[in-house]
């Protein structure tokens, strides 16, 4: 008997494994782009994991400029007016 649960044919493991590395990329790019969007909204993650900006990046759901704003008023965040 098999250790393993499932045979998957090769076509499948190489599109599996493009999936996986475009996904395991994004994920990568992901946390770097997190790490300037709390440098330039002066957040310290490490100090306050979990933020509500953070939430709003990694939801299940499609954010939006709606749902980043709502995420920064939650931290108390304001944003200037433009100059005329």
Do not use: C, Q, W
């Not at 790490?35 to 509500?52: F, R, S």
């Not at 965040?77 to 005329?84: S, T």
Request: negative net charge; proline residues 2%; without cysteine.
């Amino acid at each position: 008997m098999s250790e393993f649960k499932k045979t998957i044919s090769r076509d499948e493991y190489l599109k599996a494994l493009a999936l996986y590395t475009v996904a395991h990329d994004h994920y990568i790019n992901s946390v770097m782009f997190a790490g300037a969007l709390n440098k330039i909204i002066m957040a310290v993650p490490e100090k306050y994991p979990g933020g509500h900006v953070d939430d709003a990046i990694y939801t299940d759901e499609r954010g939006g400029v709606i749902e980043f704003d709502e995420a920064l008023r939650r931290e108390k965040i304001e944003v200037e007016d433009a100059e005329a």
